[in-house]
């Protein structure tokens, strides 16, 4: 009982300071508790919340890059036409069977017609009888040419087609984004939608390739045969070379095209002076009533194409190509030396592998070596991921 009354004393003594110390206990608790405790959580709910927009970002931009593929495909076709047609070699390569076994044109049978020249169904007398008046020689010059220069207009025009598609589909996704992120930051969970007017404004602006598809090639193409012209004007068709001096030769050719920037880049999108007749083809509601929006991607686009990361890019696809073509010819001829026409005979094959846009399953990428070798390409996904990031 003693004990009992002395804490009952001790207490009675000294309550207040009991009371005083027991509620500040408590006050420091909940302060820890509210402050400290919550803060912890706010940083982690911040933390969860960057890690799933980091997310969200790389995943956009793997979505981004696949659709720049898939665009690339479908469009391929308007592309490839016109220079094949341009360049046919299908029917100089009949015209010189014919000199050779001194057949009349008139005597051209089915069984003649291979997966070489199914063109020929479509041609009639009159462009046939075009290159049979030219001699042999004639002949063959221009289907040497006309081969090489259909391979580099393919390979220039479908690797500037990539790197433009991955160019303007990344500056419309970065924007769809930062859209997007000002309506998480107001805590809306709401996808932004686009209005009537901004998808009319896109999908022009994505039009403008029409350019490249429809016209740009055409100046590729006439300063390649130049130069292709010049280049292989010394060989004929029983040289013998390596792969490896063949490589050299359309290497040659390759830094003498990209000597001539200015050329390339109006080819590739549209400038002041050539504007107004591509919106007359795609959008002519545009020519005279220039959207904000519009005018700023255009000038976004023009100013990238400018920069010498967009020509150093283009450059890197284009020898890539080359790469594939040569490991192609690696394996399909046995001879370390070959005769010039048997080269040019292997390019026409390589010419059909390029312009292929049949594909099955993108993850796998199966279909076109040539592109899903570009496809791959690291510094492809850095100057996607350069357009993308570049957040003002």
């Known amino acids: 009982m003693a004990i009992f009354s002395s804490l009952s004393s001790f207490f009675n003594k000294h309550k207040r300071k009991i009371f005083i110390t027991s509620t500040v206990g408590v006050s420091v608790y909940y302060l820890v508790n509210y402050f400290i405790i919550r803060k912890f ?55 010189l069977k014919l000199k050779k076994s001194n057949q ?59 790197l433009l598609t991955r160019l303007q589909l990344n500056i419309l996704a970065r924007k769809s984004y930062l859209q997007s992120a000002i309506q998480m930051t107001n805590n809306s969970t709401s996808q932004h939608e686009l209005t009537e007017e901004e998808y009319f404004i896109e999908q022009s602006y994505l039009s403008l390739s029409w350019w490249l ?39 040659d050719c390759i830094n003498e095209i990209n000597d001539d920037k200015l050329l390339l880049i109006n080819a590739i999108f549209p400038n002041n002076d050539n504007l107004n007749l591509t919106l007359l083809n795609i959008q002519p509601n545009l020519i005279n009533n220039f959207n904000q929006s519009f005018v700023k991607l255009i000038n976004e686009t023009t100013l990238i194409l400018n920069n010498d990361y967009f020509l150093e890019n283009l450059n890197v696809l284009v020898l890539t190509n080359i790469d594939t073509l040569v490991t192609n010819l690696f394996n399909n001829l046995n001879d370390s030396n070959t005769k010039l026409a048997n080269l040019l005979a292997q390019l026409s094959v390589q010419c ?16 076109n070596q040539y592109i899903n070798e570009l496809n791959n390409l690291d510094s492809l996904d850095d100057f996607s991921a350069s357009i993308y990031s570049n957040i003002e």
């Open 104 to 162: 009349n044109n008139k005597e051209i049978s089915d069984s003649m017609l291979t997966t070489d020249n199914l063109i020929l169904h479509s041609t009639n007398d009159n462009e046939l009888n075009l290159y049979l008046n030219k001699s042999k020689s004639e002949l063959w010059k221009l289907l040497k040419v006309k081969t090489l220069t259909r391979f580099l207009t393919l390979n220039y025009c479908i690797s500037s087609l990539l």
């Open 352 to 367: 059909e592998l390029l312009s292929n846009n049949n594909f099955e399953n993108f993850e796998e990428l199966s279909g």
């Open 213 to 251: 598809l429809n016209k740009g090639w055409e100046s590729i193409n006439l300063k390649i045969e130049a130069i292709v012209d010049e280049k292989f004007k010394l060989l004929n068709a029983r040289n013998e070379l390596t792969i490896d001096e063949f490589k050299y030769l359309l290497s």
């Open 41 to 95: 959580r706010n940083f982690q709910n911040s933390l969860t919340q960057d890690l799933f927009i980091k997310e969200q970002i790389k995943r956009r931009f793997i979505q981004t890059q696949n659709d720049c593929y898939y665009t690339l495909l479908s469009l391929l076709p308007v592309l490839i036409d016109p220079i094949i047609s341009n360049s046919p070699i299908e029917l100089i390569t009949k015209a």
